[in-house]
């Protein structure tokens, strides 16, 4: 029986985000796959970080998607993502053209940037 493909999502609550989840969500749902959604956060933004996750959570179970959910602390989600990618085997990482902004904690447009230089599996960019 062949595995579940693995999709990671990278989410700051942005809009952007949002659309890259449920991008992923769609494939998942295609593919019979398992989505992992990772938040990195800055010290002090924990209550942020735990926010994002809920609503991610949430569009899963509505969806009944198997998946996991991960907080990082951490200053670049683009390594984050990268490494995840890698030590835990992903078929593919999905993530928003761009995020909140250098005030928030995950800064899409240099994100998706370097997710796409730095991965070693398939990169799906979603814009809209």
């Known amino acids: 029986m062949k595995e579940k493909m693995k999709i990671l999502v990278g989410v700051d609550g942005s809009d952007y985000s949002t659309w890259a989840l449920m991008e ?11 989505i992992k959604v990772i ?3 800055k010290r002090g933004h924990m209550d942020e970080a735990t926010k994002i996750q ?3 959570k949430q569009l899963l179970e509505e ?8 907080s990082i602390l951490g200053s670049n ?10 030590n835990e085997k992903f078929d593919l ?4 053209s761009r995020g909140l902004g250098s005030a928030a904690a995950f800064l899409l447009g240099s ?3 370097q ?9 799906l960019v979603v814009k809209k």
């Open 24 to 34: 992923a969500i769609s494939i998942a749902k295609k593919f019979s796959g398992h």
């Open 54 to 56: 809920l609503k991610a």
């Open 111 to 113: 994100v998706s940037k």
């Open 39 to 41: 938040t990195v956060y």
């Open 115 to 123: 997710v796409v230089s730095k991965a070693s599996c398939d990169v």
């Open 93 to 96: 990482i999905v993530v928003g």
């Open 63 to 70: 969806e009944r998607i198997d998946s996991s959910l991960s």
């Open 77 to 86: 989600p683009s390594r984050a993502l990268v490494d995840t990618a890698k």
